[in-house]
């Protein structure tokens, strides 16, 4: 991944798009970032950067992430770049989003001359959209290029409750991104800018810029709403689109064989740590304050450790023990997240991303029940793919069933980029 400071990339490229994915989606109501929520098995931000690989020209890629999840963010762009992953780059967002795209902006190199500007909510977003706004952009004179659809709704102004008249919708349409324009035009705009507008158009003709309208495209509808995310879902479910699921067994009623069915690989994880009552308790990526924790040389948790060894596993890369050591001083006390991390490096060195992953946690305490959906967005943000997560307890058997340590089990589906 490049260095999001400097943002070294290929010379002589002339296309970039700024892809920004700092939003809180607050809106959605499902504790995690945004870009961060699956559609359909796949996570939002995964889906809206697919297309930009498949263009046929070259073409800079600068995701603008949550400042709390950018290394999360660049373990997803590189499993999904894979081989042009020197073609992107990932900075932290800023206050809001006219700052998010300052931030992309200003990493750019000088080479390129036109950018598009994208929200990653626009996931669904076809290839041939940003292949139109990028051909105007090269021919449009110093424009700038919205994609925009008719509006076909009836359109009423009113005053409060009160219809007041018909607006003519012939001169209306709705706009889309991604959003185009000079780079050396759109800088200025920004740069110029004294108050907040709502699109990237908005800065640009505030600046004394010309904005023009291509066709745009249904499916690059925003999701802001669930029933948004359950529309997108609904899309790519009908186009046979969804990842994640394991494929059917082979003929002979094993796993398929690599390359069959995409090349999906599996692979198991098991974890066991003993509780530790001096220790803080922190499970599934997670604090669970008042709870004994678990005893290791990091952290001890078993969910993150389990996960870890599964995508290791899938990949054929080993174990959490001979990839980082069970004493290696630098991991005294890591937190999960940091061998998770590790995994999914390896994973991505190897050509191999993350596509779901299940865990099961076996114990009496802590409870996680209350806290399950939290626990499944933390670990897919650092994962990249969704992340099943489920409770059990042995009825009062063994080591968990007697209260001395927590168990758990995972298993993870990867597959090629």
């Known amino acids: 991944m490049a260095d999001t400071t400097t943002a070294r990339f290929p010379s002589g490229v002339d296309r970039a798009v700024v892809v920004v994915a700092a939003g809180s989606g607050t809106r959605l109501g499902i504790g995690t970032a945004k870009a961060f929520v699956p559609v359909a098995g796949s996570l939002m931000l995964a889906r809206a950067l697919e297309p930009l690989f498949t263009l046929p020209a070259p073409t800079l890629v600068v995701v603008v992430a949550p400042a709390s999840l950018v290394d999360e963010c660049r373990a997803l762009v590189a499993s999904v770049a894979g081989a042009a992953v020197a073609y992107t780059a990932v900075v932290p967002g800023g206050a809001d989003r006219h700052g998010s795209v300052e ?19 626009r996931c669904l977003t076809p290839a041939a959209q940003f292949s139109r706004v990028f051909d105007a952009v090269a021919d449009g004179d110093g424009a700038g290029f919205v994609p925009a659809l008719p509006v076909t709704d009836t359109i009423k102004r009113v005053e409060g409750d009160v219809v007041v008249e018909t607006v003519d919708r012939a001169a209306l349409v709705g706009v889309q991104t991604p959003q185009g324009f000079p780079l050396a035009a759109l800088r200025r705009a920004y740069e110029v800018s004294e108050q907040a507008e709502t699109d990237d158009a908005g800065v640009f003709q505030a600046a004394g810029g010309t904005v023009r309208s291509v066709p745009g495209d249904a499916d690059a509808f925003k999701i802001t709403t669930p029933w948004d995310l359950g529309r997108a879902e609904s899309i790519v479910r009908s186009r046979g689109g969804t990842d994640g699921g394991v494929p059917a067994p082979g003929a002979d009623g094993g796993v398929p064989a690599p390359g069959a069915d995409g090349g999906l690989r599996f692979g198991l994880g098991v974890d066991v740590h003993a509780f530790d009552v001096a220790s803080p308790c922190r499970v599934g990526l997670l604090d669970f304050p008042g709870e004994p924790g678990l005893s290791g040389h990091s952290d001890g948790d078993a969910v993150a450790h389990a996960v870890c060894d599964a995508l290791l596993s899938a990949g054929a890369l080993g174990d959490i023990g001979g990839r980082f050591g069970t004493s290696d001083p630098a991991y005294a006390g890591a937190t999960g997240d940091v061998f998770l991390r590790g995994a999914v490096a390896l994973l991505a060195e190897a050509g191999l991303a993350p596509s779901s992953v299940t865990v099961q946690v076996i114990g009496n305490r802590p409870r996680i029940g209350a806290r399950r959906t939290e626990m499944q967005d933390a670990l897919a943000a650092v994962v990249g793919a969704p992340v099943a997560v489920s409770g059990t307890t042995t009825d009062g058997l063994g080591f968990t ?3 001395d340590g927590l168990a758990a089990i995972a298993t993870a589906v990867v597959r090629p980029v």
Not at 103 to 121: C, E, M, Q
């Open 103 to 121: 931030a992309g902006l200003a990493v750019l190199p000088d080479s390129v001359t036109a950018v598009l500007v994208h929200d990653a909510a």
């Open 401 to 403: 069933g007697r209260g």
